[in-house]
T-cell receptor, first 114, second 114 residues
Framework: SQTIHQWPATLVQPVGSPLSLECTVE??????LYWYRQAAGRGLQLLFY??????ISSEVPQNLSASRPQDRQFILSSKKLLLSDSGFYLC?????????????FGPGTRLTVL | AQKVTQAQTEISVVEKEDVTLDCVYE???????LFWYKQPPSGELVFLIR??????QNEISGRYSWNFQKSTSSFNFTITASQVVDSAVYFC???????????FGAGTQVVVTP
């Protein structure tokens, strides 16, 4: 069966510090991968998506970047965190090329920037 | 452009009451998929249901039921005989036909008190 992992689960970082959040998927090959952010207020905002290794698309301009060094690994990074980067970050996957498939979400990382 | 509207920010009910969550969507596509997700306090999004645009048959799964009406672009969700464990944020989402990017609504917080 497929599973999706995210770490760390929680993170408190000072403004200006770097960030690296990791997401890995097990039990499937060539998934589409997604990073979402959920700020206080509950709405989910799609940040990045990837259809393959090294292929990243950004949905909104921001202080963050994403990379996909391996098929089932998706990394969210920042060189210098801002207060506005605080939020709940969710990674998700679905099967390539089939829009009817639901996305499966990881447990999330709660980031607080102080 | 696609849009999903969940006008109810929060609904509070007493245990055993029924609760209906509204979802209205906008899309120019004739083929699309609609989803409901549950986000309990732990944060992870849990998939509940997928419905394609050509299937307007209502669906019931235990205490959950969904009413899809294409004429009014609505996909409402009812929890019958609510329980405390139903307390969560519920998201409605719409996917593009080309591939699986999801457009989420803002979510509805359901609070069920004993």
């Amino acid at each position: 069966s497929q599973t999706i992992h995210q770490w760390p689960a929680t993170l408190v970082q000072p403004v200006g510090s770097p960030l690296s959040l990791e997401c890995t998927v097990e039990g499937t090959s060539n998934p589409n991968l997604y990073w979402y952010r959920q700020a206080a207020g509950r709405g989910l905002q799609l940040l990045f998506y990837s259809i393959g290794i090294g292929q990243i698309s950004s949905e909104v301009p921001q202080n963050l970047s994403a990379s996909r060094p391996q098929d089932r690994q998706f990394i969210l990074s920042s060189k210098k965190l801002l207060l506005s980067d605080s939020g709940f970050y969710l990674c998700a996957w679905d099967l390539t090329g089939n829009s009817k498939n639901e996305q499966f979400f990881g447990p999330g990382t709660r980031l607080t920037v102080l | 452009a696609q849009k999903v509207t969940q006008a109810q920010t929060e609904i509070s009910v007493v245990e055993k009451e029924d609760v209906t969550l509204d979802c209205v969507y906008e899309t120019r596509d004739t083929t699309y998929y609609l989803f409901w997700y549950k986000q309990p306090p732990s944060g992870e999004l849990v998939f509940l249901i997928r419905r394609n645009s050509f299937d307007e048959q209502n669906e019931i799964s235990g205490r959950y039921s969904w009413n899809f009406q294409k004429s009014t672009s609505s996909f409402n969700f009812t929890i019958t005989a609510s329980q405390v464990v139903d307390s969560a944020v519920y998201f409605c989402a719409l996917s593009e036909p080309s591939w699986g990017k999801l457009q989420f609504g803002a979510g509805t917080q359901v609070v069920v008190t004993p």
